[in-house]
């Protein structure tokens, strides 16, 4: 009597056949894992949804390929009853599929940033926690294409901005962990039947079918009614937009790296941008410096609003006061700088250029 196969995981003596959504999830994969250096591991984030399992199945067999080794983790939320069966139960899948390491890590669930923003940031917390603890080159995330289109929408319905509306990068480090989305170019149908091809049994997160979220809104609802009145390929153009978006903000921030030194001086617990540049250039480049300044000295992210309150001390200077940014981060004019700090001092330091 043959053996029981862990729930969701394909029996050994079944092999899947090659069809072409197994075939466009691997060579997805495979464009990401070929660079990687030999021996690194590389970790599957896994919910046991129909996205992620299909990355970490085309990543269990891509991985030995490349030369990769491939584990992953399963982040339990604890927001749902039975929570810890259904983390388990991808965690047998990953195993059926030869990954290894395989770990649950069940979290607390904050409030901050609301319901959503909460669990993101305890779900990174602990994918960041685990690369370290295994020493993982990165992370993979099975971000598809339509979560790209969803994202889109979401920014031009907010009026974000471009570095918003750029979307998922497909390549990004976060508290020193990097990142890897292999199937942004992979629709959320192809991941389905890539799943039902290879005998995978995915689990259906209520929360994505709940119109609570505004994101659900927008996959069920929105996108729907834009793919019906406007023709096919929408969330592929959308998709496009963010690529376009990302390419420009890196032109960008290759642009900024050039002369930011030229530009900024140390400051007491801070650092100092020169009033005359940001006066003098446009604001397109005034406002990307000042958030690229306090993102990359504070790791703090400015709003549209705070950036433009900042740049009023150039652009509408009449002695206002020091500004309050988020981190505790202060923003002061002091004649020809604008100091950001975090203990309110604005004393420049002695430096060279």
Do not use: K
Not at 180 to 209: F, K
């Amino acid at each position: 009597m043959p053996s029981e196969s862990p729930a969701g995981a394909v029996p050994a003596d079944r092999r899947p056949r090659l069809t072409p959504p197994i075939a466009d999830v691997r060579r997805s994969v495979r464009g990401v894992l070929e660079p990687l250096p030999e021996a690194a591991l590389v970790l599957v984030a896994l919910s046991g949804g129909a996205d992620s399992l299909a990355l970490a199945a085309g990543v269990a067999f891509e991985a030995p390929r490349a030369g990769c080794r491939a584990g992953a983790v399963i982040v339990d939320h604890g927001l749902q009853e039975g929570s810890a069966e259904v983390a388990e139960r991808a965690a047998a899948a990953a195993r059926g599929l030869g990954l290894d390491p395989v770990r649950v890590v069940r979290v607390e669930v904050g409030v901050d940033g609301g319901p959503e923003g909460a669990a993101r940031e305890a779900r990174y917390g602990a994918l960041e926690a685990a690369a370290r603890e295994t020493g993982a080159a990165a992370v993979l995330t099975a971000h598809t294409l339509d979560d790209q289109a969803e994202t889109v929408l979401l920014g031009l319905a907010r009026g974000s901005g471009a570095t918003s509306l750029a979307g998922i990068a497909p390549d990004s480090t976060r508290r020193g962990v990097r990142y890897l989305r292999p199937l942004l170019g992979i629709r959320r149908a192809e991941t389905r039947a890539a799943c039902a091809d290879a005998g995978l049994e995915p689990w259906d997160d209520p929360h994505n079918a709940d119109p609570a979220y505004a994101r659900v809104r927008v996959r069920e609802l929105v996108l729907p009614v834009l793919e019906a009145e406007l023709g096919p390929g929408v969330a592929e153009a959308l998709a496009r937009t963010a690529e376009q978006l990302r390419e420009d903000e890196s032109a960008f921030d290759a642009q900024i790296e050039e002369f930011i030194e030229e530009v900024c001086a140390p400051a007491e617990a801070g650092i100092a941008v020169e009033a005359a540049f940001l006066l003098h250039n446009p604001a397109a480049l005034r406002q990307r410096v000042i958030r690229h300044v306090v993102a990359s000295e504070f790791a703090v992210s400015l709003s549209r609003s705070q950036t433009l309150e900042v740049a009023r001390l150039v652009t509408d200077w009449h002695g206002q006061g020091p500004i309050d940014l988020p981190g505790g981060v202060q923003a002061a004019r002091i004649r020809t700088h604008v100091v950001f700090s975090t203990t309110g001092s604005t004393e420049l330091l002695p430096h060279d250029h």
